[in-house]
């Protein structure tokens, strides 16, 4: 009986070099693709935000694409899409620039939610003391806005965390299409669907307890 | 307190300034002469145009006409809100006018210090220790150098809107606007905040006062401006103005104010 048990255990056993690896391809296609989401969403809510229409359209429109359509075509525009037009992309290149500019769009809009909550005073009182646009921006306004988002942040980078098994379409080897990979030799998927959703909860758990963590800090001083 | 000789270049002048917002006028042409040292007081019903006045002075609105002169040099706004090399102008004329809100605008995510520092290091280009020791003295003087390091979320109103005049005086201005700086103050925070203001008068700063305080306005300050409906609708020396106001309109204003203060008196006792 205790046998069984331990040959049923030990057959796990086998698979967890590979999800190590699955794990980590996940956890660095998340980190690149978060930064990158970062970026886009800086650059997204400053050119919608801007007085210049020659940057806020287009940043209008990027945000309406984005929201209005699936995150997996967005993948796959860009990994079986892009070649056609001579743009051969390895696929962690692609997953991340679809995920990260497809995420970039959210964060745009939780900048932006971000940007409005700070009150009118806050610049105007730097402004008032002959701080110029930028520097009351960096020195004023962004370190304000970067505490108000943070949770709102740290949602979406969950979101883009489990968005990383999207790229199990396009080849890459992550913790879904690791799962799918065993599964297909072992017939368990009950299983292993558990084994891949423990490991999807190991880091979102984190990520939602350091919001937590961070709002509480906070909550002191704004 | 002098207020200047009359024969000197005032420190601070206004021509018929107009100020629209859309199709509502909020100024009609108003004209000031500030001297050197001198303590305005500006009174008016809310929505009368004193404080658009006061921000028209530092640009933070931008004046629709009328000319504006500091320090004898003219104000050319329009040139200052337009182009980089206007807005460097722009931030040394603010610079060297202080100006303080009715909700103090400290910045929650710097510390008393840093708020005060901030301005004379990243504006002025004063070294840090420099900037930290001249702080140090102005909080010791509103007796709130304990408070150096805590964040503005941690002090009562009263002690908030200290240390904004604090930040906005670390700034060496040569004139100061005071915008209603006591209205979101509970009353029993309001003494501090016009000892120090008084305080100030007393050192010859040169001060324009949007105010509700008449208490300050009559004992303070050396010449009260009635602002109604956009206009300059009596002005004169404080204690003529309370003494003997000459417009059915100041009169009106004066006697719903002063009785307002005489039942929240009543009421405190």
Redesign the interface.
Known sequence: MIGTALDYLQGFAAYMPGYASAFMIAVEVAAVTIVISWLCGLVGVLAKLSRYPALRYPAEFYIWFIRGTPQLVQVFLVYFGLPQVGLNLDPFVAGAIALGVGSGAYVAEIFRSGLLAI?K??P??????????A?TFR??VF??MI?IVVPALTNEAINTLKNTSLLSTITIMELTLYTQAVIASTFRPFEFYIIVSVLYLAITTILTQFAKWYERRYA??? | MNSGSPHEEPLFRIEQLHKSFGDHEVLKGVSLSVGKGEVIAIVGASGSGKSTLLRCINVLEVPTSGRMFFGGREIDYLRLTQNRAGARELAELRASIGMVFQSYNLWPHRTVMENVTEAPVYVKGVSRTEAIDEAELLLDSIGLSDKRDEYPARLSGGQQQRVAIVRALAMRPRIMLFDEVTSALDPELVGEVLDLMTELARKDMTMLVVTHEMGFARHVSHRVIFVHEGVFAEEGPAREFFAAPKQPATRQFLSRILRDDLIERTDAS
């Open positions: 009150p005073g806050q105007e009182s730097a402004h008032a003391l002959g701080m110029g646009n520097l020195r004023i370190p304000q505490r002191l001083y704004l």
